[in-house]
Structures are given as C-alpha cells and as structure tokens.
Nanobody, 124 residues
C-alpha cells in the first residue's frame, strides 16, 4: 500500500509561484508513474502533469504547459510540481497520484493511489 502526502499549497497572488511536493511511502517509488491532478469547485478532476517512472519524461495539460514543471526524485521518493505565472483559474485542490507502470495517463481512473490533496488559491 502506497501512501502519498502532499504539501506546499497556499494563497498566492496572480503571477506568483508555488511549489507543491508529494512524499510517497510504502512502495517501490521508482516502479510508479506519478501525476498531479486538480479539482476546482464545481468542476471535474483534471490531469495537470505526469512523469514516467524512469528517464523523467513528462507530460502536461495544455493549460499549464510552459508554466508548470513536474520533477521526481526517486532517491527521496518525492515528486514536485513547480507552478509559475499562476492564474486565478489555477485555483483548485491539487492531488498527487501514483500508478503501477511506466507511463502516466491523463485519466484519473488509471491511478492506483491518491493523496489527500492540498489547496492552491490564486487571487486576482
């Protein structure tokens, strides 16, 4: 059983930056593809960014491409999401997710484990 714990959320003005971190325990971290999802009030959960278990190949939603960067450290069992040039529409609860296998997918149903989420609020 893998446990995921997110941290780093908060309130930030538009144009600002935040760095989210997800710490994993209870499994072989390097065997999992990792991803960040988010869910805004009244909206469905959406894929933000994903990273493969090796070679750190990443995928991004079009809405965050060029502004967000996902990175993993298999030695520390962590995956981070650096968020720059934040916009009010980035406001959401951000979730870390893990799936067994090499590739990250945009469908949340592909993921086996989820964190509890961390709130990101971007003020205009």
């Amino acid at each position: 059983q893998v446990q995921l714990v997110e941290s780093g959320g908060g309130l930030v003005p538009a144009g600002g930056s935040l760095r989210l971190s997800c710490a994993a325990s209870g499994g072989t971290f390097s065997s999992y593809a990792m991803a960040w999802f988010r869910q805004a009030p009244g909206k469905e959960r959406e894929f933000v960014a994903g990273i493969r278990w090796s070679r750190s190949i990443a995928d991004y939603a079009d809405s965050v491409k060029g502004r967000f960067t996902i990175a993993r450290d298999n030695a520390k069992n962590t995956v981070d999401l650096q968020m720059n040039s934040l916009k009010p529409e980035d406001t959401a609860v951000y979730y870390c997710a893990a799936r067994r296998g090499s590739y990250s997918y945009i469908a949340g149903t592909e993921y086996d484990y989820w964190g509890q989420g961390t709130q990101v609020t971007v003020s205009s």
